[in-house]
Each structure stands twice: as structure tokens, then as C-alpha cells.
């Protein structure tokens, strides 16, 4: 049985213009590969914009590394929209994805009582939009974020102290949130489940002088040993997410100023999954995608 994982050509092996955190694929394919394997599966690396044809052996698909998406959203959702009407199991599903590829899901978990971090929504952001932040949020330092985004691109930190010409803005879709100090202070937290249940966690920290806690901008990861009480938080989310429940996701917090764990992003679609700090990933996501197809 084939399970086909999707990849970009920045994270496939056979690309000539790897990606610098292509070394994460490498990781997170020698972790799930054996074992899948010790279960009768042959994992596959396969470029997400493959001719469909390109699956027709394949019963499963793992979104795997396909790294790109947020630049071709319209692309990518029509992809796994046209794979699972094949009859291909997509794991995350077509509509936890559509749902997940938008971060206005914050606002709707927000909504459901998940605490979040207060967070201004624009289409379009403009120097006024950012003056009322400051004050709304209390704070010196904002962050803004693509909707539509991942793996920091497209982010701005701004001071209080920052100038803008009369007519400047931001032509996009973007989240406007505080500056949280605990990120290069005690870090971000990444909480792991598989198939509902808890797997593993991380704590990441971004390179000195920098916020940005990705392998490209120098940041590492440690395993965690959380208490339960963060355990339940962080479960509280997914068990807060529509659709389903999803094969994996990767629960990120930050501790607020306050000290409470706030929800910074669930991540459903093509997370990394911390596979060095997590010996039982492998497996777990062998027996869940077992599960899976024997319920189709």
C-alpha cells in the first residue's frame, strides 16, 4: 500500500535548489519511512503539483512539506480538493485545511473561548490602523503577520518609535498583534498530538537580536516535559477544531504577560513535527493512518 507524502520543490530530494531547512523533510521522512513500512505501507515523496495521474496508486496522501502552498493557495486547495474527489484520503482534509489556511481561524477559536492573543484584523493595514494597536494593546512593539502565511515570511515588527510617510500601508490581507517579550525570553512552545492524542513537545527559541524561531533565522528546539495543565490547554484547542479530528497538528503557544500559555497557531497543514524530540512520532502516525484507511 502507497502513502504518498507531498512535497515542494524546495523539500524534495530530487530538487537541485533545496530549500536551507530542507534538512527538517530529511528528519521528519527517516522517522515515519520504517515505520510505516514495519506496517506494510511504501511512503512516497511526491511533488504536490504531480498530474493527478501521478496518484492513482496512492490510497493516502500526508501533506507532508509542501512549503510553498501560502504563495499558491488558490492552486494547493484545488489540488487536494481534486485528490480526495479521486478518492484519495487527505490527511489534514481538504476542509481543515481550507479552514486552516486563513488565519482568521484564530478568531473563530477566539470565539469558542480559546485564549488567544488579542489580535486587530485588516485587509489592508495603514499607519492609523497601527497608531490605534499601540494604544489599543498597550504596548511599544507590534507584530503583523500575512493571513495567508507561513514560516515568518511576509512578518514586520514595528516600534512605537517608528515614522511612516502620510500615505503608507500594507496592500495585503494581515493580523496585527502585540509583541510578546516571552518569545526570546522563555520561548515557544510547540505541542504535538497525533490523531487527537498528545505526542510530544518542544520548546523553540529564536537566534540572539532575533524573534523568529525557524531553523532559516538560527533558531533551535529542546524537548519539554510540560505539566498537565498545559497538556489540557493545548488539547483544549484541538479538541476545539472543526472537521474532524485531525491526523496531526502542532499546537504553538506563548506565555503572555501575564504568564498564561496563549495560542499563537494550530498548525494543520504541512507542519514540521519535531521528529528528534519526538521517539513515538513514527508510529503513531503509522497506526493513525491505519486507522484511517480502514475506515474508508
Same mark, same amino acid.
Given at each position: 500500500?502507497?502513502?504518498? *507524502?507531498?512535497?515542494?520543490? !524546495? ?23 520504517? +515505520?510505516? +513500512? ?8 511526491? =511533488? ?6 501521478? *496518484? ?5 496522501? &500526508? ?7 501560502? %504563495? ?17 484520503? $487527505?490527511?489534514?482534509?481538504? =476542509? &481543515? ?7 482568521? @481561524? ?10 488567544? #492573543? ?10 492609523? %490602523? ?9 504596548? %511599544? ?6 493571513? $495567508? ?14 515614522? *511612516? ?10 493580523? $496585527?498583534?502585540?509583541?510578546? /517579550?516571552?518569545? !526570546?525570553?522563555? !520561548?515557544?512552545?510547540? *505541542?504535538?498530538? #497525533? ?6 513537545? $518542544? ?5 540572539? !537580536?532575533? @524573534?523568529?524561531?525557524?531553523?532559516? @533565522? ?8 510540560? /505539566? ?8 483544549? #484547542? ?13 499546537? %504553538? ?9 496563549? &495560542? ?9 513535527? @519535531? ?22
Amino acid at each position: 500500500m502507497t502513502i504518498g *507524502f507531498l512535497t515542494c520543490p !524546495g523539500t524534495n530530494p530530487a530538487s537541485t535548489n533545496r530549500r536551507s531547512d530542507a534538512f527538517e523533510h530529511d528528519l521528519q521522512v527517516a522517522a515515519l519511512r520504517p +515505520e510505516m +513500512e514495519a506496517a506494510g505501507m511504501e511512503l512516497r515523496e511526491i =511533488e504536490w503539483r504531480a498530474s493527478d495521474q501521478s *496518484f492513482d496508486d496512492i490510497k493516502l496522501v &500526508l501533506i507532508g512539506t509542501a512549503w510553498d502552498y501560502q %504563495d499558491h493557495e488558490t492552486e494547493f486547495l484545488a489540488k487536494i480538493d481534486s485528490l480526495a474527489e479521486r478518492g484519495i484520503t $487527505v490527511c489534514n482534509s481538504p =476542509e &481543515l485545511v481550507r479552514w486552516n489556511s486563513r488565519k482568521t @481561524y484564530l478568531r473563530e477559536l477566539a470565539e469558542a473561548n480559546a485564549a488567544t #492573543i488579542p489580535t486587530q484584523w485588516h485587509e489592508r493595514v495603514t499607519r492609523e %490602523d497601527l497608531s490605534s494597536a499601540f494604544t489599543r494593546f498597550d504596548t %511599544d512593539r507590534l507584530v503583523v503577520k500575512r493571513q $495567508v502565511g507561513a514560516n515568518a515570511e511576509g512578518q514586520h515588527v514595528f516600534s512605537a518609535a517608528d515614522t *511612516f510617510p502620510l500615505n503608507w500601508s500594507l496592500e495585503m490581507p494581515v493580523m $496585527v498583534q502585540p509583541f510578546l /517579550p516571552a518569545i !526570546g525570553e522563555t !520561548g515557544e512552545i510547540s *505541542f504535538l498530538f #497525533i490523531d487527537g492524542q498528545f505526542c510530544h513537545a $518542544v520548546i523553540k527559541r529564536p537566534a540572539d !537580536g532575533d @524573534y523568529r524561531v525557524q531553523s532559516d @533565522y538560527g533558531g533551535c528546539e529542546e524537548a519539554y516535559d510540560p /505539566p498537565k495543565g498545559e497538556c489540557a490547554s493545548a488539547k483544549a #484547542i484541538v479538541d476545539a477544531l472543526p472537521h474532524g479530528t485531525p491526523l496531526y497538528a502542532r499546537i %504553538d503557544m506563548v506565555r503572555g504577560n501575564e504568564g498564561a500559555l496563549l &495560542l499563537m497557531e494550530a498548525e494543520l497543514i504541512e507542519p514540521f513535527l @519535531y521528529p528528534k524530540q519526538g521517539r513515538e512520532l513514527g508510529r503513531r502516525m503509522a497506526a493513525g493512518i491505519v486507522r484511517r484507511l480502514a475506515d474508508t
